[in-house]
């Protein structure tokens, strides 16, 4: 069973930035990524993706704003937004599937609001 715990989520101004963090407890090498949010009364939503090779691909929403990346020393997935607006608000949940299964975080709030 992995582990993920996420941080860096909080408040930010409209056109502010944070970076998210999600650290597995094991490898993450050989593995897909994700991003995902749910907003309040929404469905969770893809926000960006990285598949095992490093392609990566995003939601017609965040692209050009939102970047995943992955750090295998560090066993950790990013998450940079930046532009953000206040329709970004929601808890933002990193995923991860390997060989063995499908593992999700416990979530971590974000808000945009001046």
Same mark, same amino acid.
């Given at each position: 069973?992995?582990?993920?715990?996420?941080?860096?989520?909080?408040?930010?101004?409209?056109?502010?930035?944070?970076?998210?963090?999600?650290?597995?407890?094991? @490898?993450?090498?050989?593995?897909?990524?994700?991003?995902?949010?749910?907003?309040?009364?929404?469905?969770?939503?893809?926000?960006?993706?990285?598949?095992?090779?490093?392609?990566?691909n995003?939601?017609?929403?965040?692209?050009?704003?939102?970047f995943?990346?992955?750090?295998?020393?560090?066993?950790?997935?990013?998450?940079?937004?930046? @532009?953000?607006?206040?329709?970004d608000?929601?808890?933002?949940?990193?995923?991860?599937?390997?060989?063995?299964?499908n593992?999700?975080?416990?979530?971590?709030?974000?808000?945009?609001? @001046?």
């Amino acid at each position: 069973q992995v582990q993920l715990v996420e941080s860096g989520g909080g408040l930010a101004q409209p056109g502010g930035s944070l970076r998210l963090s999600c650290t597995a407890s094991e @490898s993450i090498f050989n593995t897909d990524g994700g991003w995902y949010r749910q907003a309040p009364g929404k469905e969770r939503e893809l926000v960006a993706r990285i598949i095992n090779g490093g392609t990566t691909n995003y939601a017609e929403s965040v692209k050009g704003r939102f970047f995943i990346s992955r750090d295998f020393v560090r066993d950790t997935m990013f998450l940079q937004m930046n @532009s953000l607006k206040p329709e970004d608000t929601a808890v933002y949940y990193c995923n991860l599937i390997n060989w063995r299964g499908n593992y999700w975080g416990q979530g971590t709030q974000v808000t945009v609001s @001046s």
